[in-house]
């Protein structure tokens, strides 16, 4: 509950400058900073449940049957979130019997959902599209092709550094300081 107190404290209930623009509008690296940040000062714990902002942003697109800002539509990865992707497949590099190949499958997905968010996230846009899967979310139909969850993580990474990490528009917003430096990390 934590990260989406300190988010909506001090933000504007107006549509122009509220949590749902801030969470919704392309700044999803920005919000993953601002949770990077509360772990760095000790506000946030591993053991949180950092998954419940999820939920709320689900829960908020499901009720108020927003819109996305920026869609690219069948050819986008979704049209809400990107991260989850990425940690989902990581939670899944060498588990041994689900392959990505299986998040095509509705029993898989609901019988494992709660344990994976990769899945969570498939579940949600099964709940939320109609329609055949390859149909309204072809770059995800594309992925469940790849042959290891392993080449799914890297592959996602490279999507997110070029369509998120590499966009002006996007990154133009991102604040660096003393708990996240703009300098590199020495290896």
């Known amino acids: 509950r934590l990260p989406v107190k300190l988010v909506l404290k001090g933000r504007s209930s107006r549509p ?3 949590l749902m623009e801030f969470v919704f509008s392309g700044h999803e690296a920005a919000f993953a900073a601002f949770l990077c940040c509360l772990c760095k000062v ?3 714990r591993a053991e949180d449940q950092l998954a419940i ?3 709320v942003m689900r829960k908020l697109q499901k009720t108020y049957r927003m819109e996305p800002a920026g869609s690219q539509g069948v050819w986008g990865l979704d049209d809400f979130q990107f991260l989850p992707f990425i940690w989902g497949s990581s939670q899944f590099i060498g588990h041994p019997t689900l ?9 898989v997905v609901n019988e494992n959902h709660q344990d994976f968010m990769f899945l ?6 099964n ?4 329609g055949p899967f390859a149909e309204h979310s072809n770059q995800l139909w594309n992925i469940s092709a790849v042959p290891s969850w392993s080449k799914v993580n890297q592959g996602l990474i490279r999507m997110y550094k070029a369509e998120c990490l590499e966009k002006f528009p996007v990154i133009q917003h991102f604040k660096f300081g003393s708990l996240l430096s703009i300098q590199p990390v020495k290896p």
């Open 53 to 55: 902002v999820f939920k």
């Open 120 to 125: 969570e996230c498939i579940k949600f846009i």
């Open 99 to 107: 392959e990505p190949r299986h998040f095509l499958d509705e029993k």
């Open 42 to 44: 000790g506000a946030l």
């Open 127 to 130: 709940e939320m599209k109609t």
């Open 16 to 18: 122009s400058g509220g």
